[in-house]
């Protein structure tokens, strides 16, 4: 079996896409061990495509596949003679590999180190300035062994696609951004660091998130994550933003998030945002906007450390429809103050306070533009285990449209006394309503 060794290869590879668009890819490779022709796999049926290298020293032309441990084909999109082919190759190496792609070729980095075996990956004499890459989503993407990335001298300034750039390269401890990264036209972080389990610092300071739409899941399951350093306010005007969902999902090494400089402009989605963040002691969502929140299904569940949550001066919830598990196995929260819900469009409630051991006070001040509400709203295991709830106001909650109250009070060995909304008519509802009640408990109807 044939098999090369190289120290230092420089190459100029030519893909003769078709017989009238040609690309060139200048590639410097840094090999530190034997390459196995064998061990090469290029997927898809490219029966159009020839792929050479020229040893630029020897001039001897050498098939690519003599050097590539692994060559992995994505996606080229339908080749465009001039300016649009795009290059998602992955290249699975032991050691570094440093990639100069000239300018002709392409606008997508995607995928290109895909499951690669590097534990380093550097890019500090790559010259990319003059080369207009809008694409690095999944750039590093289940590079697993990978320990550390130094992009301090790359050029990101056209860069509109970050998802998924790092997400689960579990074993990364150092990222290098450049210190004057230019990000401005960035619109996708969508899972950018998802995954990335070893990462306990995220210094974000330099970034610019005012032109981004996608921030879901950015900080997935970084689970040893200890510090989040954002930039400035005047970098963080999120107006095109409108999901946040998954966002800082099972961060749970997080004591704080400063949230702060942030503007929300639209916060629709906001379920699992903080999910799992069971060291988070305190959150202020004062610059939240939830006069458009759809959805904050398991917002804050299993943060059993959460005491504190700041609210908004003008809290109002005009538009949702999912509350279930919103905080649910939050542990130590003591008291919930949730005025102006409006029941016109929601639909569930369940398991929105359950274990909740140490919840004494909840206001939930609800309204309805409608008499006759036109969703179906399940209030099961609502409060189930708030074992310390001793009393709760429900003088303005709207049972008119509630099909299923069922455990709604279930491990409530507290509560005594529930104060109900004036003229409920409570036949039909006393069997399951009230069936997990202490025997002691009475509820109150006013006049």
């Given at each position: 079996?044939?098999?090369?060794?190289?120290?230092?290869?420089d190459?100029?590879i030519?893909?003769?896409l078709s017989?009238?668009?040609?690309?060139?890819?200048k590639?410097?490779?840094?090999?530190?061990?034997?390459i196995?022709?064998?061990?090469?796999?290029?997927g898809g049926d490219?029966?159009?495509?020839n792929?050479?290298?020229?040893?630029?020293i020897t001039?001897?032309?050498?098939?690519?596949?003599?050097?590539?441990?692994?060559v992995?084909?994505y996606s080229f999109?339908?080749?465009?003679?001039g300016?649009?082919?795009?290059?998602?190759y992955?290249?699975?190496?032991?050691?570094?590999v440093i990639?100069?792609?000239?300018?002709?070729?392409?606008k997508?980095?995607?995928?290109?180190?895909q499951e690669s075996?590097?534990?380093?990956?550097?890019?500090?004499?790559?010259?990319n300035?003059?080369?207009?890459?809008?694409n690095f989503?999944e750039?590093?993407?289940?590079?697993?062994?990978?320990?550390?990335?130094d992009?301090?001298y790359?050029?990101l300034?056209n860069a509109?696609?970050?998802?998924?750039?790092?997400?689960g390269a579990e074993?990364?401890?150092i990222?290098?951004f450049p210190?004057n990264?230019n990000?401005s036209?960035?619109?996708?972080?969508t899972?950018m660091f998802?995954?990335?389990?070893?990462?306990?610092t995220?210094?974000l300071?330099?970034?610019?998130?005012?032109?981004a739409?996608?921030?879901?899941?950015m900080?997935?399951r970084?689970?040893?994550?200890?510090?989040?350093?954002?930039?400035?306010k005047?970098?963080?005007?999120?107006r095109?933003?409108?999901?946040?969902?998954?966002l800082?999902?099972?961060c749970?090494?997080?004591e704080?998030?400063?949230?702060?400089?942030?503007?929300f402009h639209?916060?629709?989605?906001?379920?699992?945002?903080?999910?799992?963040c069971s060291?988070?002691?305190s959150?202020?969502?004062?610059?939240?906007?939830f006069?458009?929140?759809?959805?904050?299904?398991?917002?804050?569940?299993g943060?059993?450390?959460?005491?504190?949550?700041k609210w908004?001066?003008?809290?109002?919830?005009?538009?949702?429809?999912?509350?279930?598990?919103?905080?649910?196995?939050c542990?130590n929260?003591?008291s919930?103050?949730?005025?102006n819900?409006?029941?016109d469009n929601?639909?569930?409630?369940t398991?929105m306070?359950?274990?909740?051991?140490?919840?004494?006070f909840?206001?939930?001040?609800s309204?309805?533009?409608?008499?006759?509400?036109?969703?179906?709203?399940c209030?099961?295991y609502?409060?189930?285990g708030?074992s310390?709830?001793?009393?709760?106001?429900?003088?303005?909650?709207?049972?008119?449209g509630?099909?299923?109250?069922?455990?709604?009070?279930?491990?409530?060995?507290?509560?005594?006394?529930?104060?109900l909304?004036?003229?409920l008519?409570?036949?039909?509802?006393?069997n399951y309503?009230f069936?997990d009640?202490?025997?002691?408990?009475k509820?109150?109807i006013?006049?």
């Open positions: 079996m044939l098999k090369e060794y190289s120290k230092i290869l190459f100029i030519i893909l003769l017989k009238n668009c040609m690309s060139q890819i590639i410097s490779l840094t090999f530190y061990k034997e196995s022709t064998n061990d090469v796999f290029c490219y029966s159009n495509m792929i050479y290298v020229f040893n630029k001039n001897e032309k050498i098939n690519i596949y003599s050097y590539l441990y692994t992995k084909r999109m339908e080749p465009h003679c300016n649009s082919t795009m290059l998602e992955s290249f699975k190496e032991n050691e570094i990639i100069e792609i000239n300018k002709d070729f392409s997508s980095l995607s995928h290109l180190f075996s590097a534990t380093s990956i550097r890019m500090e004499t790559w010259n300035n003059n080369i207009d890459i809008e989503g750039l590093f993407e289940d590079c697993k062994i990978l320990t550390s990335v992009l301090s790359f050029n300034s509109k696609i970050l998802r998924r750039m790092f997400v074993n990364l401890e990222i290098k210190k990264i990000i036209l960035v619109e996708d972080f899972d998802e995954n990335c389990k070893k990462l306990k995220i210094d300071s330099n970034f610019n998130f005012n032109n739409k996608r921030v879901s899941g900080f997935n970084c689970s040893n994550l200890e510090i989040l350093i954002l930039p400035n005047e970098f963080l005007n999120l095109f933003v409108d999901d946040f969902s998954n800082f999902f099972g749970s090494k997080l704080s998030i400063d949230l702060s400089n942030i503007n639209r916060t629709n989605y906001l379920s699992n945002m903080f999910e799992g060291n988070l002691t959150i202020d969502l004062s610059k939240f906007n006069n458009y929140a759809i959805n904050l299904k398991r917002m804050f569940f943060c059993k450390n959460l005491k504190l949550i908004p001066t003008e809290l109002k919830f005009t538009k949702i429809r999912d509350f279930s598990y919103m905080f649910s196995n542990y929260l003591t919930i103050n949730l005025p819900i409006n029941f929601l639909l569930l409630m398991s306070f359950s274990n909740c051991k140490k919840l004494k909840v206001n939930m001040n309204y309805s533009s409608s008499n006759n509400l036109k969703s179906f709203t209030c099961n609502m409060f189930s708030c310390d709830l001793v009393s709760l106001n429900m003088t303005n909650f709207i049972f008119n509630i099909v299923d109250f069922s455990s709604m009070f279930l491990n409530c060995s507290s509560l005594r006394e529930i104060e909304i004036g003229n008519n409570t036949t039909g509802i006393e309503f069936l009640l202490p025997k002691d408990s509820y109150v006013p006049n």
